[in-house]
């Protein structure tokens, strides 16, 4: 009889929302199916005062469901030994820590040294979707050292990130790692032509910007360089599906100075899982012009569509699409020039980038994923 091997995984899973959650759960469902898995989820995440959206929780019809174990609570030390206590009794031969901030460091740090306290057989890894976080916090470098400070290795998903954890760690085991694609939210609903009715979009080629929207996102910039699409491109019409962190008011007294009512939809709303095919089945192309980044989940799920990006040529996102293959990368984060990207983009054909986002959905698979990093 074969002995199955034993995996832990530390991170926040269903009920919680966004793109760690999502990932999280995915790693678990495909680390189960030929192994016996620990998945320990959060009892809670953040703290609601610090919490910038308007909830932390997935209220989704539809959704990824793993089986886990809602003991940790990052900012409670109480809950640091009850997690490695648990995972010591499991006796996992790895154990994978989700790591995107270092609002989550301190706990990771102190479970990991307990763990590696008490056994030296268990092998500790940490998958860093970020090394380097969005929004500045004090002593970053000092708490990401710590969190990681008893991993074994520290898995990343981009080079940008990769390059990072060498300077942080030069005496540790770095992979080169990717982000998978996201086949989860592609039920087949609906076909192009029946979204694009449905949202009212029938003849425009549609810019799609969806997730949440940050200010390192970009979504100014994507707005700001509508007007010179619209020059060559009349039939054009931006599409922003998200959730904004902050103040949205910028937002629309931008369009409403570039006089962009008539060809932007903006739908400020976290998007339940069950909605999210129609908004990229009803689009053309996929915008991230970011300002600053590491990955983006949002990308795979634009391939799983066949959906290829434009991007700006910061950090891991170049690495996403190949260019003139499955997207274009602009030279700069500048309005004209994410322009200049979007203007070519079309000039490339649909059948062109379908083909090649197909390619690119087989190549980013879970199963290859979890073969690479256990």
């Not at 991007?311 to 996102?317: A, K």
Request: charged share 25%; net charge positive.
């Amino acid at each position: 009889m074969e002995i199955k091997k034993r995996y832990a995984v530390v991170g926040p899973v269903h009920p919680f929302r966004g793109g760690i959650s999502q990932f999280t759960s995915h790693l678990v469902e495909t680390l189960g199916k030929n192994s016996e898995i620990l998945c320990i989820n959060f009892q809670k995440q953040y703290p609601s005062l610090i919490f910038p959206g308007q909830s932390q929780y997935d209220r989704s019809n539809v959704f990824l469901q793993v089986p886990n174990e809602r003991i940790l609570t990052p900012y409670n030390p109480l809950t640091f030994g009850k997690t490695a206590k648990r995972i010591l009794d499991f006796q996992p031969e790895q154990v994978f820590f989700s790591y995107w901030i270092p609002f989550t460091a301190y706990a990771y740090g102190m479970i990991s040294r307990k763990i590696k306290k008490k056994s030296n057989n268990i092998v500790i890894k940490t998958i860093a979707h970020n090394l380097e976080s969005h929004e500045k916090w004090a002593f970053e470098d000092k708490l990401t050292r710590y969190a990681m400070k008893y991993s074994d290795s520290i898995i990343t998903l981009s080079e940008s990130v990769y390059d990072i954890g060498l300077k942080l760690f030069p005496n540790k085991d770095i992979i080169l790692g990717f982000h998978p694609t996201y086949s989860y939210y592609n039920n087949n609903r609906f076909t192009k032509k029946e979204a694009k009715e449905k949202m009212g979009l029938e003849g425009k080629k549609v810019i799609l910007f969806f997730g949440y929207i940050k200010p390192y996102k970009g979504l100014d910039i994507l707005i700001k360089s509508l007007p010179y699409v619209l020059e060559q491109m009349p039939d054009a019409h931006l599409l922003i599906v998200g959730e904004v962190y902050g103040n949205s008011r910028p937002y629309y007294d931008l369009i409403n100075d570039l006089d962009l009512n008539n060809y932007i939809t903006f739908r400020r709303q976290y998007v339940p899982n069950e909605q999210v095919e129609i908004f990229f089945k009803a689009s053309d192309v996929l915008a991230l012009p970011y300002i600053h980044a590491t990955q983006s989940g949002v990308a795979q799920i634009g391939f799983d569509m066949g959906l290829g990006a434009v991007v700006t040529p910061v950090g891991g996102l170049p690495e996403i699409i190949t260019d003139k293959e499955t997207g274009v990368v602009a030279h700069s984060t500048s309005p004209e020039d994410f322009a200049l990207a979007i203007k070519a983009f079309f000039r490339l054909g649909k059948k062109h980038i379908i083909e090649r986002a197909e390619k690119e959905n087989r190549k980013y698979s879970w199963d290859v994923f979890a073969k690479l990093v256990t």
